[in-house]
């Protein structure tokens, strides 16, 4: 992994584990894209992927990644958490334009139980946020 990755990395885990929302900010091109494993379509710009993975960041108990997959501007992040009872694993795929942004972030998630944990908890809370 070259330099630049491994800082991008690290400030990625830092957005992740210590909930850095400024850095997520800095991080997130305009018009991303992000696509949520339980919406069908994917949300459009920087507001709505902050309030996504804010959110996401604060429903995930025992949080932790396995395999980091990194080639050049494209990321393959194995993780695990719980959401209430339930565990799950998933995979964000991430991919950067060229000013080194995230332009591109798409979440898998399995098994469907946790899923449809993760799913109902997430749509509490942006409900209590006004998101929704």
Same mark, same amino acid.
């Given at each position: 992994?070259?330099?630049?990755?491994?800082?991008?990395?690290?400030?990625?885990?830092?957005?992740?584990?210590?909930?850095?929302?400024?850095?997520?900010?800095?991080?997130?091109?305009?018009?991303?894209?992000?696509?949520?494993?339980?919406?069908?379509?994917?949300?459009?710009?920087?507001?709505?992927?902050?309030?996504?993975?804010?959110?996401?960041?604060?429903?995930?108990?025992?949080?932790?990644?396995? +395999?980091? $997959?990194?080639?050049?501007?494209?990321? #393959?992040? *194995?993780?695990?958490?719980?959401?209430? /009872? =339930?565990?799950?694993?998933?995979?964000?795929?991430?991919?950067?334009?060229?000013?080194?942004?995230?332009?591109?972030?798409?979440?898998?998630? +399995?098994? $469907?139980?946790?899923?449809?944990?993760? #799913?109902? *908890?997430?749509?509490?809370?942006?409900? /209590? =946020?006004?998101?929704?």
């Amino acid at each position: 992994m070259d330099e630049i990755s491994r800082k991008k990395l690290e400030a990625w885990h830092d957005i992740v584990f210590n909930r850095n929302m400024e850095a997520l900010q800095a991080m997130l091109a305009e018009d991303v894209q992000f696509y949520s494993p339980a919406l069908w379509k994917p949300k459009t710009t920087r507001m709505e992927a902050m309030v996504m993975l804010g959110t996401v960041i604060e429903v995930f108990e025992n949080f932790t990644y396995h +395999r980091e $997959l990194v080639q050049g501007n494209n990321w #393959a992040l *194995e993780f695990s958490a719980d959401v209430g /009872e =339930k565990s799950l694993k998933g995979i964000d795929l991430i991919e950067f334009n060229d000013e080194g942004k995230i332009q591109r972030f798409e979440v898998f998630i +399995r098994p $469907l139980t946790g899923l449809i944990a993760l #799913a109902e *908890e997430m749509g509490k809370r942006l409900k /209590e =946020k006004g998101f929704i």
